[in-house]
């Protein structure tokens, strides 16, 4: 089955193959455009790459990364359990006043 192209496919394909007779090489020059371009990749391009995609490793300090072993961290971490819902009201608000007890220095009424 043969199909026919419109006038405008026809007119494309026949413009494309004008465009590609235009810029045809010949054999001896496309050779050496192919060796130049992979020369200035692996001479040029290879070692600038190797370059930026270079991970920094900074020296580590061994000496001080031997002394964390022998220190002991301890976090004190308070836990308070309440049961009741107005014991832990009452609880709440005074520790609320206790940590602002610097800034005031009356103590107020702890509502019951």
Request: include cysteine; charged fraction near 20%; charge should be positive.
């Amino acid at each position: 089955p043969t199909t026919t192209l419109s006038p405008s496919k026809q007119w494309y394909q026949r413009r494309v193959r004008a465009i590609r007779m235009a810029i045809s090489l010949p054999m001896s020059v496309q050779r050496f455009n192919l060796l130049y371009y992979t020369i200035v990749v692996v001479v040029l391009g290879l070692p600038l790459w190797w370059y930026t995609t270079d991970t920094y490793r900074a020296t580590l300090p061994h000496r001080e990364i031997a002394t964390l072993k022998e220190n002991k961290l301890v976090f004190n971490i308070p836990v308070a359990f309440c049961f009741d819902v107005q014991e832990y009201q009452q609880w709440h608000v005074e520790k609320k006043l206790v940590s602002l007890k610097p800034f005031f220095l009356l103590k107020a009424p702890v509502p019951r």
